[in-house]
């Protein structure tokens, strides 16, 4: 039988030789079959867009011009709205390397402009990466219109321009190299020997943009734009009213994620565009932020409404700061005068019980009704029943705060004939020294901001013969003082001469009365009589550690050198006393002066390097903790992390304003606090004890008055920890993420906690002060 022909044994090669050749594929077939798949309108407008590329090429200017005509008219059509690769694109990827080589035999004429115009829209797609080749045809095309290319066309030209601006920013110093290699590397990158290659060609381009994102609700792409070539000023030129409110709002939120001083300077670019659009409280709010006063006279004298200027003057009082209007910023002695009464609070009580009486909440509660003992189990109840001195004082707190600004209560207030308790007298002395002091403050609370009277209720307690219950009445003169600006002084009258009284609880009394009375007030008379009491060396340390606070509180976030360097002259001094507790409050003090002020610390914090090595790392991380407070500065916090990861040597305490400095750092915004909330939870995993401690309060920092579920569960974990000071600031914590929020879930963990805890005394304590 004959060999079949067409096996492999008949041909002469072996059966594997035959398996492995494989025809070679001809690239026409795979064109043709290309072509199979397109539908009948593609294949004509392939064919159509070959024929143009053709034309192009021709000698007769007249067809060129047609082909460009009609393949620029094919491309804008298409590019108008991209959602994929239009298909005059894919259809002339083939040909866009012929198309660059016929450009660069083009002699110089418009048509090699709109050649250039054509090829800027290709490379969009078919250029290599970091060409930057859709920017360059840009440059060297007709400069027509550019959103006629679509919107993707002018996004994909924002970043070459980023690119190619952030390349010619390069300075090159003048160097001993081979300059003949390194003049074409220059030339090619538009880089000139010892200085900076020229931007205006591009900044010519970036004004067309910008213009065309403004007008098409593009306002963060424009912003972003301006951003990478160091121009937002332009930015004023495009704002209008239809998109201001977005470009402020995009400006406000970016600066968050700035670093200084490029933070600054787009807040002040918004503050501008606000001020120039008559968004006044907005523009109010930025320059109490940037905390320019030049800033916040300016809105009071561009704007002629007296109701927005009062809304201006409350959004003042609200923030706590002392300022005067002048005539410029309010004419008429009548409108100053009222306007000045809104910004020193003086009507607040008054203002607060209207509102107490509208919404029909000016009714007293007592600490039972919090407490709800008839949701308790056997065990908590029977507890509840002794009437021990420290539950009186849980009930001082919670009766303090539940009816903090009503005036009245059923336990402080009540005069003896209503009260089957008894009069405020008798619930005083129910308590022991520490617990009258907290008693009679505890009436500051209750007639909060009643300035006239809070002092006529109070004044009796000053004739007292017990130390303890006058050093409450002159903490509870702060208290009621506390916010309100009043030209009479009487908090500084009253408080002034118990300051050098010989009874250490008396002068702690009237030196934190002032600290919270005159708050931000940055009184240079209470700065006198307290700097010298830091020096002293025969005043106790709690003394000392109190009035450092003080002066904190009163001068916050001023950087005031003076009283800085009363502070850390006092620390030094006292070298015997660093491994009390009450030291702490003296870097606390310090950390206040700075509160917020970010770099304005660096000095100091070199200096308090200098301090003894067992309070040094500590008042290293209170001043970086607070410095950076509400500034969401991700590399602190990466600082503060770096310092939890290290192991203690003895003696070491700094791990604890570390893990609060995370807080504090982060919590102005919501994106850092999840970020922090996460970072806590490793801490918690992987920390030792003494930070373990600290991550409950550090959490409750983070979500004050904002109970998330999240944060809620950890903590309701830990407050059943092993360890007593992890489960104490996790209770302590759950009152502070439900503080006014009236949360059912936090009131019941709470109540479960006072029948877990009912034989732990300070824990039941602390359970009730936050229930």
Avoid at 599 to 610: D, F, G, N
Avoid at 740 to 767: D, P
């Amino acid at each position: 039988m004959a060999p079949d022909p067409n096996s492999a044994s008949g041909s002469g090669t072996t059966r594997d030789e035959a398996s492995v050749k494989v025809p070679a594929k001809d690239p026409k077939k795979k064109d043709e079959k290309k072509d199979e798949d397109l539908s009948e309108e593609d294949l004509a407008l392939k064919q159509q867009l070959e024929l143009y590329v053709e034309r192009v090429q021709d000698t007769d200017p007249g067809l060129q011009k047609v082909a460009l005509e009609s393949m620029r008219q094919e491309i804008r059509t298409s590019t108008s709205s991209m959602t994929s690769v239009p298909k005059p694109l894919k259809f002339l990827r083939p040909h866009y390397a012929t198309l660059k080589a016929y450009y660069d035999t083009m002699a110089d004429s418009d048509l090699k402009k709109f050649l250039a115009d054509i090829l800027s829209v290709l490379a969009m797609t078919m250029s290599a990466e970091g060409e930057r080749e859709s920017l360059k045809y840009r440059l060297l095309g007709s400069e027509g219109e550019i959103g006629s290319w679509g919107h993707e066309y002018v996004r994909n030209l924002a970043g070459e321009i980023a690119q190619e601006y952030t390349k010619r920013q390069v300075r090159i110093p003048i160097i001993s190299i081979d300059m003949i290699a390194f003049a074409h590397w220059l030339t090619t990158r538009h880089l000139i020997l010892g200085e900076e290659a020229s931007v205006d060609d591009l900044i010519e381009l970036v004004q067309q943009i910008v213009a065309f994102h403004m007008k098409h609700n593009a306002e963060y792409e424009a912003v972003d734009l301006l951003m990478e070539v160091e121009d937002l000023d332009m930015l004023g030129d495009h704002v209008d009213r239809t998109n201001y409110k977005r470009t402020g709002l995009y400006l406000t939120s970016s600066a968050r994620y700035l670093p200084g001083p490029d933070d600054m300077l787009v807040l002040d670019i918004a503050y501008t565009i606000y001020l120039k659009f008559e968004e006044y409280p907005s523009a109010l709010q930025i320059a109490l932020f940037l905390d320019n006063m030049q800033y916040v006279k300016k809105v009071f004298t561009s704007c002629d409404d007296l109701l927005r200027k009062k809304q201006f003057c409350y959004i003042l009082a609200r923030h706590g700061i002392t300022f005067e209007l002048d005539e410029e910023m309010a004419a008429d002695d009548d409108d100053r005068e009222t306007l000045q009464e809104i910004i020193n609070n003086t009507k607040l009580s008054e203002g607060y019980l209207t509102l107490a009486r509208d919404i029909e909440v000016m009714e007293p509660k007592s600490p039972e009704d919090i407490y709800k003992a008839h949701l308790l189990d056997g065990r908590a109840s029977a507890g509840a029943s002794v009437d021990s001195a420290r539950q009186n004082l849980a009930a001082t707190f919670v009766n303090a705060f539940v009816n903090a600004g009503f005036g009245q209560d059923k336990l402080m207030t009540v005069p003896s004939e209503a009260s089957s308790s008894g009069s405020s007298g008798n619930w005083l002395f129910k308590n022991k020294e520490h617990g009258k002091a907290s008693a009679a403050a505890s009436l500051g609370m209750i007639l909060l901001w009643d300035v006239d009277s809070g002092l006529a209720q109070l004044d009796k307690y000053f004739h007292s013969n017990d130390n303890h219950v006058i050093a409450g009445a002159l903490l509870g003169v702060g208290i009621v003082n506390c916010g309100i600006k009043n030209d009479c002084d009487p908090a500084l009258a009253l408080l002034a001469e118990y300051i050098d009284k010989e009874d250490s609880s008396v002068r702690i009394g009237a030196i934190m009365g002032l600290g919270l009375a005159y708050a931000g007030a940055q009184n240079e008379q209470i700065c006198s009589k307290l700097i010298p009491i830091l020096g002293d060396s025969k005043a106790s340390l709690d003394v000392v550690a109190f009035t450092a606070i003080s002066l904190g509180l009163v001068y916050v976030g001023s950087c005031n050198g003076d009283i800085a360097e009363a502070i850390i002259c006092a620390l030094m001094e006292r070298e015997s006393e660093l491994g009390e507790p009450l030291t702490r409050l003296l870097p606390l003090g310090l950390g206040l002066l700075y509160l917020g002020k970010q770099e304005s610390v660096e000095a100091t914090a070199e200096v308090s390097k200098t301090l003894n090595v067992q309070i040094r790392k500590y008042c290293d991380m209170t001043l970086l903790s607070c410095a950076y407070a509400g500034t969401g500065n991700v590399l602190k916090v990466q600082h503060l992390l770096g310092q939890c990861a290290q192991h203690l040597e003895k003696g070491e305490s700094h791990q604890g304003p570390a893990v609060l400095g995370i807080a504090m750092v982060a919590m102005a915004e919501e994106l850092g606090i999840e970020m922090a909330i996460r970072s806590l939870e490793h801490l918690l995993q992987y920390g030792e004890q003494n930070i373990r401690r600290a991550v409950p309060l550090a959490l409750g920092l983070l979500c004050i008055s904002n109970p998330k579920v999240n944060v809620m569960d950890t903590l309701s974990r830990l407050s059943h920890d092993t360890d007593t000071e992890v489960a104490m600031a996790a209770v302590i914590s759950l009152g502070l993420i439900g503080a006014g929020t009236n949360n059912a879930r936090i009131a019941g963990m709470l109540r479960n906690l006072s029948s877990y805890y009912y034989k732990e005394a300070s824990l039941l304590f602390c359970v009730s002060f936050f229930l």
